[in-house]
């Protein structure tokens, strides 16, 4: 059916979740999920501290937050059968760790051995996730794409480019929430998640798209200020002139965003904050 529908982002994800998702390739947030850990120390005296839990805190600041939230990238098959373990937890290769926490967790003890452990649970609702999405992408093309309903391996369907456009935003709501994906130069991906109203939460995601933090603000202001006419138009005078003046920046390689995307970027973002996606 994503064939079908002329929509690439959703091909994508059905093919990720059916056979993995590369290295390359942000996992939705619903396969991130967290990692507790417990460590072995020997210390003077023939002493030591068996399986003690190590504080979250303690793995990020010397190994980093991957550490503790493991994006699952096996196919949703290989989940399904880590979710029906019986034991309890499922176990991962925590090593390296042993060289990255000597002296950071107890001084002068030695790091003997560190383990990190996955609940099953976890991976059940991942399963769940996956699940509930497809049924939730179902009922929402049906609705708001009814040409969807008749598509067969026999029979495809040809949607106007606006439906098209539907069945992406469809896809980036259901599997993402509220989050926009922005393909930019070279099949990288931008990713825009602003809460409606919120300037922190714009100005923070134009600056992680590549807007540098003056020119973040200054758009987010011009947004706040001057209302948007439609979903279709979001973007004012104001907000087109302030476009006009900076796409050369964008152009010239001065800021982290090519002139291609600063458009879509700066409209994805306009509809986010004003609530009109």
């Known amino acids: 059916m994503a064939s ?10 059905v093919k990720y979740e059916t056979e993995g998702y590369p290295t390359d390739v942000e996992v939705p947030e619903y396969r991130i999920i967290g990692v507790a850990y417990k460590g072995t120390w020997s210390g003077p005296w023939n002493s030591g501290i068996q399986n003690a839990p190590i504080p979250s805190a303690v793995i990020e600041t010397f190994a980093g937050e991957d550490w503790t939230r493991n994006k699952v990238r096996r196919s949703i098959a290989s989940v399904e059968e880590f979710a029906k373990n019986t034991d309890g937890t499922l176990h991962i290769n925590a090593s390296d760790l042993i060289l990255l926490l000597q002296g950071k967790v107890y001084q002068d003890w030695a790091c003997n051995a560190v383990t990190g452990t996955i609940s099953p649970v976890a991976m059940r609702e991942i399963v769940q996730s996956v699940r509930s999405r497809v049924l939730e992408l179902t009922i929402e093309l049906e609705k708001r794409v009814p040409q969807s309903v008749g598509v067969t391996l026999d ?30 130069m070279q099949g990288a991906q931008i990713n825009l998640s602003i809460v409606a109203g919120d300037r922190d939460s714009m100005v923070g995601a134009l600056i992680k ?10 758009f987010t202001d011009i947004i706040a200020a001057e209302k948007p006419e439609s979903a279709e138009k979001p973007l004012g005078k104001k907000a087109l002139a302030w476009l006009k003046k900076n796409t050369p920046k964008a152009a010239s390689g001065a800021w982290k ?17 004003s609530g009109l996606k």
């Open 4 to 13: 079908r529908l002329g929509s690439e982002p959703l091909e994508d994800w």
């Open 155 to 184: 029979n495809p369907v040809s949607l106007k480019p606006e439906g098209e456009a539907a069945v992406t935003q469809i896809y980036n709501q259901t599997v993402y929430g509220n989050v926009t994906h922005v393909t930019a």
């Open 209 to 218: 798209a590549g807007l540098p933090k003056d020119a973040a603000g200054e």
């Open 257 to 273: 965003i090519g002139s291609d995307v600063l458009t879509k970027v700066a409209t994805e973002a306009a509809l986010q904050y």
